[in-house]
């Protein structure tokens, strides 16, 4: 308990009793050690990290996972947010995203997957699981705040048709947030995964987004991480206005 949590009488008290110990030769040797301590961690900190600078990235990754520094993002989420994540898989984004919000509405196309997301998704009551494709969204017009599309465009025929079905779904103002690969010649994913296109460029991407009615398109590429195999990514924001 802290001086702010005493009562009125208690606090009154205590700094009554404060000030007379304080002067005391055991008080201020106690608070020279209490200096003492704090400046010895510091010291401690000081020596870690300046010896370790070089492996801190691979020792927080070991220690916590990779890319933990991502995780502070979900806190950018707007509490009463609906957020649609389509072709959520088996519901990892799902999962990690429903704390923050409002509602997550988890949308696939693939049984099999659905049925993997629910399983993971049993326990979080503010996640519904909807079956349905891209091109024909299981959603109302503007019925949620952000739409999430994590790899999943590169298996759609008609791009421009499925981001005017999102656009459509999203309220106004409503933003989607599309991860996907970068320009690639890994042919072979036509056939083991099924994908239309190899990758996409940001100038494509800004036309497509433009014929589905977004005001603006904004890609970045993504760091590489370290020993992935597959294509680098790229991060792009539409906004509906």
Known sequence: MTARELGAGARRLWNSVREDIGTMPTAVHDAERVRSVIAAR????????????????????ELFGARTELYALLGLLDADWTVADVGCGTGQLAEA????????????????????????????????????????LPLEDAEVDL????????????????LAEIHRSLKRPGRLVIVDMLPHEMEEYRETMGHVW??????????????AGFGSC????????????????????????
Do not use: C, Y
């Open 218 to 241: 904004r890609s970045h590429p993504l760091q590489a991480v370290a020993n992935s195999k597959g294509p680098n990514l790229f991060a792009a924001v539409l906004h509906k206005r």
């Open 42 to 61: 510091h010291s401690t900190s000081e020596r870690f990290f300046a010896s370790s600078a070089g492996q801190w990235e691979k020792m927080r990754a």
């Open 97 to 136: 995203v429903a704390p923050f919000v409002s509602r997550v509405i988890a949308v696939d196309e693939s049984a099999a997957m659905l049925r993997a997301a629910r399983g993971r998704l049993s326990a979080t009551a503010n996640v519904e699981v909807r079956l349905g494709t891209i091109e024909s």
């Open 198 to 211: 190899l990758g996409f460029h940001a100038d494509q991407l800004r036309q497509w987004s433009e014929e």
């Open 147 to 162: 739409v999430v599309l994590t790899l999943v465009l590169q298996h759609v025929s008609d791009p421009p048709q499925a």
